[in-house]
């Protein structure tokens, strides 16, 4: 059984940083591309940050571009996020989630379980 488990979120002040991590396990996923999804009460969810299967192609939504940096080590099966800068409107739980194939534009077949990230004034 493949699971996705995500880490690292929490209670951070606006301007601060926090590095989202998420390990997968059942199943290697060099093959394959991620992403991470972040979703607010009352949004709709949005693809925050993608990579391709060899970490050499990335995508970012506009609003955390020059913030947040997505990467991942194959060897650990872990996929990071590392979120600087951070804003109230940051404030979501965020998914991480695997491609179907080498690239990151889905679908997504597997989903991790989400971390909370909440961002104060």
């Known amino acids: 059984q493949v699971q996705l488990v995500e880490s690292g979120g929490g209670l951070v002040q606006a301007g601060g940083s926090l590095r989202l991590s998420c390990v997968a396990s059942g199943r290697t996923f060099s093959n394959y591309g991620m992403a991470w999804f972040r979703q607010a009460p009352g949004k709709e969810r949005e693809r925050v940050a993608a990579?391709?299967?060899?970490?050499?192609?990335?995508s970012y939504t506009d609003s955390v571009k020059g913030r947040f940096t997505i990467s991942r080590d194959n060897a650990k099966n872990t996929l990071y996020l590392q979120m600087n800068s951070l804003k109230l409107e940051d404030t979501a739980v965020y998914y991480c989630?695997?491609?179907?194939?080498?690239?990151?534009?889905?679908?997504?077949?597997?989903w991790g379980q989400g971390t909370q990230v909440t961002v104060s004034s």
């Open positions: 990579i391709d299967w060899n970490g050499v192609t990335t």
């Open positions: 989630a695997i491609s179907r194939n080498l690239w990151y534009g889905g679908p997504y077949d597997y």
